[in-house]
């Protein structure tokens, strides 16, 4: 036992007690609590509290340690209890909170009303609903629910684990409800998507903090109504990064590149420095409608530090695949190579980068690269890019391989995006009776992609008779897709069978399906061109001025 019954000089503890608001570190808390054991103090209550409570509130991260000290202090009072318990809800071990909780039942100390929003906060973040309830009815029969931050914990869990109607109850009943009340409930239905019942809640709000206006623009976002979004946007009185961010990424899920490249510059002149999240959604921006001067200088916001204070390796990735999906490949191998922690998604990203971009022995050569360091382990994507990479290089016994090696040693069992890269592999190369067989023989069910895979490498390769056959089978699981009559359709026009080729266009015509217009983008001066093949005058996308 580290409890020592001394007396202390109390002009020492005057100092103790002075010295705890200095501690910032593990090492300082540890002499200090060595200076304490030496001289007797743990026989004081105040400076057990004290040492309790910065070990596990103070310098965060240290639960084990203020386990240890907890466990060597005799009969400790309701306040210590709470602040381990407030400790473990906040820590990543939740479940400690109710284990401890449970353990000072037994120990006969009666919880009061601090006790009870840490332990509500455990079951939070446990998703814990049983665990929930069975503290709602201790909180009952201890005659606790009046308090005003026991009942918000208890709101906040209901509606943040979907018991709605609990949460609705406990809020009505309230007969003095804060803010936090409010914001509670609505964030519960704006996550479970009942926009209009959230929309209702923060209407009638008396007062609106930043977390229900950042909840309505991002459940608004969500829905896909960015009309919405944007009105309680602009209406905000002070917005912080999560608004922006909400609006940012609101618009790039949408498919409006566009103004979440516009939003961006606006919130630069706001002053908000962007964070993470705010590049990530940018630079996937960018690799969406491959607008590489924005992006190129996104990544140079990122290099001086405007954004963040370190490149990620998140960051470093979406940067590998923005670069490549807008067709740089060289800056994306740039940015691999200066990576200096690397993981699964960096490899795959370049693996698959080089290998979309025709550069298969440069693919192939990394990911063997990849094999020897041993320091990250290729999975399902990883060889979609091996394939891929076989498939543009025409390396046909390498794929096979490499599909055997996926199956047989690392255990991957072929989704659908592996058989259909083998099919390809084995269309490209010509052999299409091998791949008809391949997908003939599939473990799983084979999809429209596979059997238009197989129809333009028939296509390729002039076999009508697989190709009438991939067709039937294609038809049977799409029929509304122009482009599958209009190849067989060529097909049939390349060899002089006119009467098959009207017959295919015949019956789009008899099952209501309409060629699809061509389109195409290009960037010029920092504005996205879209071209459809009858647009006059075509559309202009400014991707940022």
């Known amino acids: 036992m580290i409890i020592r019954k001394s007396k202390a000089n109390p002009a020492t503890k005057r100092t103790i007690s002075s010295i705890w608001k200095k501690i910032t570190t593990l090492r300082t808390l540890k002499q200090i609590h060595a200076h304490m054991v030496v001289h007797g103090f743990n026989s004081d209550a105040s400076a057990v509290r004290e040492l309790v409570f910065a070990c596990a509130i103070t310098i965060p991260g240290n639960m084990h340690y203020a386990r240890k000290i907890f466990g060597h202090v005799l009969a400790p009072e309701v306040f210590i209890w709470n602040t381990m318990i407030r400790g473990f809800s906040q820590s990543s071990v939740p479940i400690e ?4 909780y449970t353990q000072m039942e037994k120990s006969h100390v009666k919880p009061d009303s601090f006790t009870f929003p840490f332990l509500l906060k455990a079951c939070s973040k446990l998703g814990s609903v049983s665990v929930g309830n069975q503290v709602h009815c201790r909180v009952l029969k201890l005659g606790l629910l009046s308090d005003v931050f026991v009942r918000n914990s208890l709101i906040h869990l209901n509606a943040g684990s979907g018991s709605l109607e609990v949460a609705r109850h406990l809020f009505d009943e309230m007969a003095q409800r804060d803010v936090v009340a409010w914001s509670a409930l609505t964030v519960g239905y704006a996550r479970r998507g009942k926009i209009e019942d959230a929309r209702d809640l923060f209407d009638r709000m008396p007062e609106r903090d930043l977390i229900s206006w950042n909840v309505m623009v991002t459940a608004y976002t969500k829905c896909g ?3 919405s979004a944007r009105r309680l946007f602009n209406e905000i009185p002070q917005r912080d990064i999560v608004s922006w961010n909400a609006m940012i990424s609101g618009y790039v899920l949408c498919g409006d590149q566009s103004r979440a490249m516009e939003l961006f510059e606006e919130m630069q002149q706001a002053g908000e420095r962007p964070d993470e999240v705010t590049m990530l959604s940018l630079l996937s921006a960018c690799a969406d409608v491959g607008a590489l001067d924005v992006g190129k200088r996104i990544h140079t916001v990122l290099e001086q530090g405007d954004a963040v204070n370190e490149l990620s390796v998140v960051l470093g990735n979406a940067l590998i695949d923005m670069y ?14 200066q990576m200096h922690e690397k993981d699964v998604s960096s490899w795959n990203s370049i693996i698959g980068g080089l290998a979309f971009h025709g550069h298969a022995e440069s693919a192939l050569s990394l990911f063997e690269e990849m094999q ?7 999975n399902g994507i990883t060889f979609v890019g091996v394939f891929v990479a076989c498939s543009h290089a025409g390396k046909v016994e390498e794929g096979r391989r490499w599909f055997e090696i996926m199956r047989n040693e690392y255990k991957i069992e072929p989704n659908i995006k592996h058989y259909g890269c083998m099919v390809d592999i084995l269309g490209r190369a010509g052999l299409l009776s091998e791949a008809f067989d391949f997908i003939e023989g599939m473990a799983i069910e084979p999809n429209a992609i596979i059997w238009r895979t197989l ?3 028939c296509r390729i390769h002039g076999d009508l008779c697989l190709a009438e056959r991939a067709t039937k089978k294609l038809l049977e699981l799409r029929p509304d897709q122009s482009g599958d009559y209009v190849l067989l359709s060529n097909m049939y ?13 015949k019956l789009m015509g008899n099952r209501g399906v309409r060629k699809e217009p061509g389109c195409s983008l290009i960037e010029v001066n920092s504005e996205l061109f879209h071209f ?3 647009s006059k005058p075509p559309r202009t996308i400014n991707s940022q001025k």
Do not use: H, T
């Open 493 to 505: 026009a390349s060899i002089g069978r006119w009467d098959g080729a009207e017959e295919m266009r």
């Open 455 to 457: 129809l333009g490498a």
């Open 225 to 227: 109504d960015m009309e």
């Open 324 to 337: 490549a999906k807008c067709g740089s490949i060289v800056d994306s191998l740039r940015v691999f190579n």
């Open 97 to 100: 909170a109710i284990f401890l």
């Open 372 to 378: 020897k360091g041993r320091m990250v382990r290729p």
């Open 532 to 534: 459809l093949l009858d």
